[in-house]
């Protein structure tokens, strides 16, 4: 079974920024992405970048130039650097692991992030 563990959440102002971390743990047969997602409140979760096992990344555009993805996939963790923060990036961030043929996902359990401004 695939754990994922994030932290790094929390209060910022606008402008500020915040690191966030996902570790993986558990029996994975190979990772086919990492990546973050978030939720904010009456809204549908929605992608906000991710990274291949090859080291392709995809970014949602409300992020781009702002939000920057990493991984170490030996050591099963992605980290996600947010700067510029502003208030309608405000939401729960979830960590999502697709692994194997099936492409399996695995979420996280959330680490909220709230901007004020």
């Known amino acids: 079974q695939v754990q994922l563990v994030e932290s790094g959440g929390g209060l910022v102002q606008a402008g500020g920024s915040l690191r966030l971390s996902c570790a993986a743990s558990?029996?994975?047969?190979?990772?086919?992405?990492m990546g973050w997602h978030r939720q904010a409140p009456g809204a549908e979760r929605e992608l906000v970048a991710q990274?291949?096992?090859?080291?392709?990344?995809n970014y949602a555009d409300s992020v781009k130039g702002r939000f920057t993805i990493s991984r170490d996939f030996a050591k099963k963790t992605v980290s996600l650097q947010m700067n510029s923060l502003s208030p309608e990036d405000t939401a729960v961030y979830y960590c999502?692991?697709?692994?194997?043929?099936?492409?399996?996902?695995?979420w996280g359990q959330g680490t909220q992030v709230t901007v004020s401004s």
């Open positions: 990274m291949t096992s090859r080291g392709i990344t």
């Open positions: 558990g029996s994975i047969f190979s990772i086919n992405s």
């Open positions: 999502a692991l697709t692994e194997g043929i099936a492409g399996r996902v695995t």
